[in-house]
């Protein structure tokens, strides 16, 4: 989403979909306007050049408006996929955490050590000195098997490539 948060994004995305619809019926009005006007200047007879034209910019009205329902839909549908992945991953990482046994202390630890913070930072954000957020991380890491921050992250990340590549091959 490039830096903007969710609702700020839906706000974005409600801007553009109101002026693409304005564009259209701008367009089509236009048409109309079009239309009228070649009927009005030929006594009731359409010029073949003026039909085309017309059957041009509705064709370009009903084609803009086809694909722009189509991107509409597509977003939707990878909206909800990456609803989907966020919930695997939260519950993976919940999982995870419940089958190390990790304590509740140990657990916020790990969620920032998963989300790139520093210990200087984990312990700025928790209230805790650096020393007791390094001996937590040193509980998470022997409890999960892994010598460092990057084995953490990796086991995570390779958990949820396998599941989406067994996903994959079962559809």
Do not use: C
């Not at 190390?100 to 920032?112: I, K, N, Y």
């Not at 000195?129 to 892994?146: D, F, H, I, M």
């Amino acid at each position: 989403m490039g830096g903007l948060s969710s609702s700020a994004w839906q706000s974005r995305k409600r801007r553009r979909a109101m002026v693409a619809v304005a564009v259209a019926l701008l367009q089509a009005g236009a048409a109309v306007f079009f239309l009228v006007d070649a009927l009005g200047e030929s006594n009731g007879e359409l010029g073949l050049i003026e039909a085309m034209v017309a059957l041009g910019l509705l064709l370009g009205i009903a084609y803009a408006t086809r694909n722009a329902v189509r991107l509409i839909d597509e977003t939707h549908r990878q909206e909800e996929a990456l609803a989907v992945a966020r919930g695997a991953l939260a519950d993976l990482v919940e999982g995870k955490f419940a089958e190390w046994q990790l304590s509740p202390a140990e657990s916020d630890v790990a969620l920032f050590a998963l989300k790139g913070s520093t210990i200087a930072e984990i312990a700025t954000l928790r209230g805790a000195a650096e020393g007791t957020v390094r001996s937590q991380l040193s509980q998470v890491y022997a409890k999960a098997g892994v010598s460092g921050q990057p084995g953490l992250m990796a086991l995570f990340l390779e958990e949820l490539v396998d599941g989406a590549a067994v996903g994959a091959r079962t559809r």
